[in-house]
T-cell receptor, first 110, second 110 residues
Framework: DQQVKQNSPSLSVQEGRISILNCDYTNSMFDYFLWYKKYPAEGPTFLISISSIKDKNEDGRFTVFLNKSAKHLSLHIVPSQPGDSAVYFCAASGTYKYIFGTGTRLKVLA | NAGVTQTPKFRILKIGQSMTLQCTQDMNHNYMYWYRQDPGMGLKLIYYSVGAGITDKGEVPNGYNVSRSTTEDFPLRLELAAPSQTSVYFC?????????FGPGTRLTVT
């Protein structure tokens, strides 16, 4: 049973446009959500997070939105750059443990 | 600034062999984690630790063992390697709100 789902395995976006990556979860006990970025042959790197008491968090070009009633979060990247091309994972936490989605491969076209 | 280091980077094991994947962090984090990532999949939690002497099972613990005798080190032991354990293994350390990942160990069992 996949508690955290990223239903789009891949996404292509033109440079300068907005990239929107989506993530759905099923467990209402999750209270903290994170996004990670992963390049090939490297470990994931932390990007941005959001607590369940908020509905939005911004950090530069990256914004995460949380809709608790829909159990849905999204990562917006504006403007998208070729260096953003990577696999993006969302993760949810309710205790010490994290449950990861399967990832979305973002390709930003120059 | 070492962060999280993992050794070895690559390893090929024969079925039935054993090995230990090493993980060390220099950030004085209490929480440490082991994940595996299979092709096209997200990260699955194998084991985690909330402090020296304390470990607990994650989503996929079968076939693995861990120990945490110091804050810095969190080795993962594979006993009787099986082809199903072919994967990329990531160690991470951090808090409930952020994790720092090592570069990974690519393990092939044939």
């Amino acid at each position: 049973d996949q508690q955290v789902k990223q239903n789009s395995p891949s996404l292509s976006v033109q440079e300068g446009r907005i990239s929107i990556l989506n993530c759905d979860y099923t467990n209402s006990m999750f209270d903290y959500f994170l996004w990670y970025k992963k390049y090939p042959a490297e470990g994931p790197t932390f990007l941005i997070s959001i607590s369940s008491i908020k509905d939005k968090n911004e950090d530069g070009r990256f914004t995460v939105f949380l809709n608790k009633s829909a159990k849905h979060l999204s990562l917006h990247i504006v403007p998208s750059q070729p260096g953003d091309s990577a696999v993006y994972f969302c993760a949810a936490s309710g205790t010490y443990k994290y449950i990861f989605g399967t990832g979305t491969r973002l390709k930003v076209l120059a | 600034n070492a962060g999280v280091t993992q050794t070895p980077k690559f390893r090929i094991l024969k079925i039935g062999q054993s090995m230990t994947l090493q993980c060390t962090q220099d950030m004085n984090h209490n929480y440490m984690y082991w994940y595996r990532q299979d092709p096209g999949m997200g990260l699955k939690l194998i084991y985690y630790s909330v402090g020296a002497g304390i470990t607990d099972k994650g989503e996929v613990p079968n076939g693995y063992n861990v120990s945490r005798s110091t804050t810095e080190d969190f080795p993962l032991r594979l006993e009787l390697a099986a082809p199903s354990q072919t994967s990329v293994y990531f160690c991470a350390s951090g808090s409930q709100y952020e994790q720092y990942f090592g570069p990974g160990t690519r393990l092939t069992v044939t």
